[in-house]
C-alpha cells in the first residue's frame, strides 16, 4: 500500500503550497491543539491558587495533575481498536465534545474531588485527539508537504505558552481560576462548530479496512515488527524530554540566579521564537529532508541540553538565548520526527498507530517526570543537585533515538527511491 493513497484527492498539490481548504484545515487544526495543550499547560501555572482555595494539599495537586497523563495513555490504548472504523471527522467531534464537557467539570469544581474527576476525563478524551489529528493531517497531506504541516501544528504549543498561560493568568488573577477554564469551553465550543459546519468528512481509509473487531485491529497493530522501533523512538523522546521539563523553572530561578519574576519574560520570548521556529523547522525538513533535519535537532539538543545542565549563575540574556536554542533543537527534532512516523503504517492502521503511539509518548511521559524526580536532590537554599546527570541520560536517549530513527526511515526512504527521507 503507497503511502499517498489516501492522500489521493491532493496529492497535485504535493509539489506546491497548501490550497485554500488545506490551509483552512491545518489552522482549525492547530486551534484544537491550542485549547488541548492550553488545557493540560495551565494547571501547573495555576497551582499557587488552586491549592488554597480547594484547601488541597501540594500531593492532591499532583494527582489531579498526573491524571490526565495516565488517563490520556490509557484511553488511547483503548480507542486504537476503533481508531480505523469510523469518520476521522466524527471521532475528532465525538472526542473533543468529551474534552470540553471534562473542561466543564473543571470549570465548576469546588472541591478536589470533582476537579481530579474532570481532569480524568479531558485525560480520557483529550488524549485522543492528538492521534486523531495527526492521523488527518497523514490521510491529507502527502508526505512531501507533512512536515510543513507538523511545523505550523507545533506552534499551537509556543501559542499556548505566549498567549496561553498569561491570558489565563490575567483572568485567574484579576476574576477567580474558574474563569481560565471556562474561557477554554468557550474556545472549544467555537472550534466544535468550526468543525462540524466546514470541515469535510475524513473517510476514505474505511474503503480499507478489513477487520472488523477492535480488538483484533489493536493486536494488529501493536503486534506488526516495522512499528515496534518507532514506539521505541517515541518512548525515548518522551522520556528524555519530560525529564528536564518539571524541574526547568526552578533550575532557572534556584540554579542559574535568575530572579522569579523575570521567569515570564524568558517563556515569552522562547515562545515568540517556537512561532517563528516551527514553521521554518516544517519547511527545512520538506526540503532538506525529514531524516536530515531530525539529526540537525538531535546534534543541537545534545549541545545545548550539556550546557543548560551543567550552567551556574548567568545573565538574563544568556538564560534566553540557552532556551531558545534548546527549543530550535526540540523543534528540530519533534517535527520531522512526526512526519517520519506518519508514514509507517498501512492507511487502514493509521488511526491505531497514532493513538498507540500518543498512550506511549504520554506514559513514558509520566514515567520520565517520575525517574528525575527520583534523581534530583534539593538543597536548602532551594537549588538542584544531580540536574546535570538528568542532562546525561537525555542526551543518551537523543543519541539512541537518533541511530534508531535511521532505520525507521529506512522502508519509507526505499518506497521513495531514496537512501534517506
Not at 486551534?31 to 488552586?50: E, H, N, R, V, Y
Not at 466544535?192 to 494488529?220: E, G
Not at 538565548?321 to 517520519?340: H, T
Request: positive net charge; contains cysteine; glycine residues 10%.
Amino acid at each position: 500500500m503507497s503511502d499517498q493513497t489516501i492522500a489521493a484527492p491532493i496529492d497535485d498539490q504535493q509539489e506546491r503550497g497548501f490550497s485554500r481548504y488545506q490551509s483552512f484545515l491545518i489552522a482549525l487544526l492547530a486551534f484544537t491543539q491550542f485549547t488541548l495543550i492550553l488545557d493540560f499547560i495551565i494547571m501547573s501555572p495555576l497551582g499557587a491558587i488552586l491549592m488554597p482555595s480547594l484547601n488541597i494539599t501540594a500531593g492532591q495537586f499532583g494527582v489531579a495533575v498526573s491524571a490526565y497523563a495516565f488517563a490520556a495513555g490509557i484511553s488511547g490504548v483503548l480507542a486504537a481498536g476503533f481508531a480505523d472504523r469510523f469518520d476521522r471527522k466524527r471521532l475528532l467531534l465525538f472526542f473533543y465534545v468529551g474534552f470540553t464537557l471534562g473542561t466543564v467539570l473543571c470549570a465548576l469544581a469546588q472541591n478536589f474531588h470533582v476537579l481530579l474527576l474532570g481532569r480524568i476525563v479531558t485525560g480520557v478524551f483529550g488524549g485522543v485527539i492528538g492521534s486523531v489529528v495527526l492521523a488527518i493531517v497523514t490521510d491529507l497531506f502527502p508526505l512531501q508537504q507533512r512536515g510543513r504541516a507538523m511545523g505550523i501544528l507545533q506552534t499551537a504549543f509556543a501559542a499556548s505558552q505566549v498567549l496561553g498561560v498569561p491570558a489565563g493568568l490575567f483572568l485567574a488573577n484579576h476574576f477567580n481560576w474558574h474563569i481560565c477554564f471556562v474561557a477554554i469551553v468557550g474556545l472549544s465550543i467555537a472550534a466544535i462548530a468550526a468543525i462540524a459546519i466546514a470541515m469535510q468528512p475524513v473517510d476514505a481509509h474505511l474503503k480499507l479496512q478489513h477487520d472488523s473487531n477492535p480488538f483484533r485491529h489493536l493486536i494488529a497493530t501493536v503486534g506488526q515488527p516495522r512499528y515496534t522501533l518507532a514506539f521505541l523512538v517515541t518512548t525515548l523522546l518522551a522520556t528524555g524530554g519530560f525529564m528536564l521539563m518539571p524541574f526547568g523553572s526552578a533550575f532557572t530561578v534556584h540554579n542559574l540566579g535568575i530572579d522569579i519574576v523575570h521567569l515570564p519574560t524568558i517563556y515569552l520570548v522562547s515562545g515568540l521564537f517556537s512561532i517563528i521556529i516551527g514553521p521554518l523547522v516544517g519547511r527545512a525538513s520538506d526540503a532538506f529532508g525529514k531524516y536530515p533535519t531530525f539529526v540537525f535537532g538531535c546534534v543541537v539538543s545534545v549541545i545545548m541540553v550539556l550546557i543548560y545542565t551543567n550552567l551556574g549563575h548567568v545573565s538574563l540574556l544568556t538564560a534566553i538565548v540557552v532556551n531558545v536554542l534548546m527549543f530550535i533543537g526540540i523543534f528540530s527534532r519533534m517535527i520531522p520526527s512526526q512526519a517520519l512516523m506518519s508514514a509507517i503504517p498501512d492507511a487502514s492502521q493509521r488511526g491505531s498507530f497514532s493513538a498507540i503511539s500518543a498512550s506511549v509518548q504520554q506514559l513514558s511521559g509520566g514515567l520520565g517526570s517520575v525517574f528525575a524526580a527520583a534523581i534530583i536532590a534539593e538543597n536548602p537554599d532551594g537549588s538542584l543537585l544531580h540536574f546535570d546527570r538528568l542532562g546525561y541520560i537525555v542526551v543518551a536517549t537523543t543519541i539512541i533515538s537518533m541511530i534508531a530513527m535511521y532505520f525507521v526511515q529506512r522502508p519509507i526512504a526505499r518506497r521513495a527511491g531514496r537512501r534517506i527521507v
